[in-house]
């Protein structure tokens, strides 16, 4: 069983960043795939970035191209997700994810999920 624990969320201005971390415990941390997904209100859980087990192949979703980059360190079991260029569209529950499958993910493809943490970014 891993346990996955999200941080660094939180309020930010447009334009501004921010940096999620999300720590593992529990498991091998370098035999799983590792993604981010994010919801917002009354939306679904959508797919962000996800990252290879060695973090030698990233996959981004569109939104996020060119302003998000994830990243991970094997021998701190995290993951990080640097958010540059934060849009009031950002604005969501980000989730970190862990997957044997690499990849650009769906939900269904996902064995663990962390708890969650709140990003807002006003206009």
């Known amino acids: 069983q891993v346990q996955l624990v999200e941080s660094g969320g939180g309020l930010v201005q447009a334009g501004g960043s921010l940096r999620l971390s999300c720590a593992a415990s529990?498991?091998?941390?370098?035999?799983?795939?590792m993604a981010w997904f994010r919801q917002a209100p009354g939306k679904e859980r959508d797919f962000v970035a996800s990252i290879a087990r060695s973090g030698g192949n990233q996959y981004y979703a569109d939104s996020v191209k060119g302003r998000f980059t994830i990243s991970r360190d094997n021998a701190k079991n995290t993951v990080y997700l640097q958010m540059n260029s934060l849009k009031p569209e950002d604005t969501a529950v980000y989730y970190c994810a862990a997957s044997l499958i690499p990849g650009i993910m769906s939900r269904t493809m996902i064995r663990y999920w962390g708890q969650g943490t709140q990003v807002t970014v006003s206009s």
């Open positions: 529990g498991g091998t941390f370098s035999a799983y795939a």
